[in-house]
């Protein structure tokens, strides 16, 4: 039943404009997120970084002068050397990500993961039990079909978000090394943010914006991959078979546990991104060590080892894990509230 003019305007802003505020919420509370757990994505670029076997082919002496440090031994160098605000350097361009993503990734994988509730809400019909029997038996025979609907849909949107978002991935990695470029003595890239995207833009034009976008969205899919296909199976389990409740320490564990699977599939192609991003150029904008993300992971194995596709897996695993939790509460409450609704 429709709301009258004079009754509507007396309405808070939440109920007039619903879906704009459920965005501008969702946009602060990634904001919020990301500035909470920057430090931890700036410590993995920088662990990313070490010991860079193309490194030699310059001449460069930093891989071999630079012993390798762990997550914590990172993160407290960078405070002693350059300071505790550093941890932050890139954080701008990482939320200017973020609004991307929430245009791109959100819509999609909110819709996705509805889908199962959404169908079941929709058919089932009030006032007949041996119905509701029915029609749960239907559902539970197509939930397969489902399931793989929304991990499809959540990759898809993945991979559509984060193409969109490369332009800041790539401006971020690169302010994140900044830092140990001064320390080096090596002259500093950009002045800032807008800079930033002013000199990529001008030396490599359009295309230069989107450097390393391959291994950015094979990492969005597999990381959403591992999200949507760990989190729902580890919170449904805990719930049905141990005491647990649906509650915070039950998001928490499924977050542990999804942020994990996503970190051990998305981890080497995140690794593959920040170094094809972060290495140096010539005038046309032209990576100077690698010529393909393909190039850039047979370098890797060949002068480091497997397991250098895993350097900076700890703090991405803990950074995620937050992440997680973080966007499947609020998925979880969205889907509540359309329980409600209908």
């Known amino acids: ?94 939320i200017y990500r973020h609004c991307t993503l929430e245009v791109g990734w959100s819509p999609m994988s909110i819709s996705g993961r509805l889908c199962l509730a959404k169908v079941k809400i929709s058919i089932i019909p009030s006032g007949s039990d041996f119905c509701i029997i029915r029609i749960l038996c239907v559902i539970q025979f197509f939930k397969p079909m489902l399931r793989k609907k929304s991990v499809i849909g959540g990759m898809m949107a993945g991979v559509i978000g984060q193409f969109l978002a490369n332009p800041t991935d790539l401006v971020k990695v690169q302010l994140q090394m900044e830092g140990k470029r001064k320390l080096e003595g090596k002259p500093l890239r950009f002045r800032g943010v807008h800079h930033a995207f002013a000199k990529i833009l ?34 449904h389990y805990l719930v049905l078979n141990t005491p647990l409740e649906e509650n915070i320490t039950t998001h928490g564990l499924s977050s542990l546990c999804s942020g994990l699977v996503a970190s051990i599939l998305g981890t080497p192609a995140d690794v593959i991104k920040s170094r094809i991003m972060n290495q140096p150029r010539d005038k046309q904008g032209r990576g100077l060590l690698y010529k393909s993300s393909t190039d850039c992971l047979i370098q890797a194995v060949q002068g480091e080892g497997f397991m250098s596709l895993y350097k900076g897996f700890l703090p991405s695993w803990l950074r995620m894990a937050a992440m997680v939790a973080n966007s499947s509460r609020s998925h979880s409450e969205g889907l509540i509230k359309a329980d409600e609704e209908v």
């Not at 939440?14 to 965005?23: G, N």
């Not at 993995?44 to 914590?72: F, H, N």
């Not at 001008?202 to 949507?228: H, K, S, T």
């Open 1 to 94: 039943m429709p709301v009258p003019e004079e009754e509507e305007t007396l309405l808070p802003l939440a109920q007039r404009w619903p879906r704009a505020s459920k965005f501008l919420l969702s946009g602060c509370a990634a904001t919020v997120a990301e500035l909470a757990t920057f430090p931890l994505d700036l410590t993995k670029t920088r662990l990313q970084m070490q010991g860079e076997a193309a490194l030699a082919r310059l001449g460069d002496s930093a891989r071999e002068s630079a012993p390798y440090r762990g997550m914590v031994r990172t993160a407290l160098g960078i405070v002693q050397e350059e300071g505790f605000l550093k941890l932050w350097q890139g954080v701008t361009p990482a």
């Open 202 to 235: 001008a030396e490599g034009g359009i295309r230069g914006l989107w450097a390393g976008w391959v291994p950015n969205i094979q990492r969005a899919a597999l990381v959403n991959m591992g999200d949507l296909t760990t989190y729902d199976t580890v919170k």
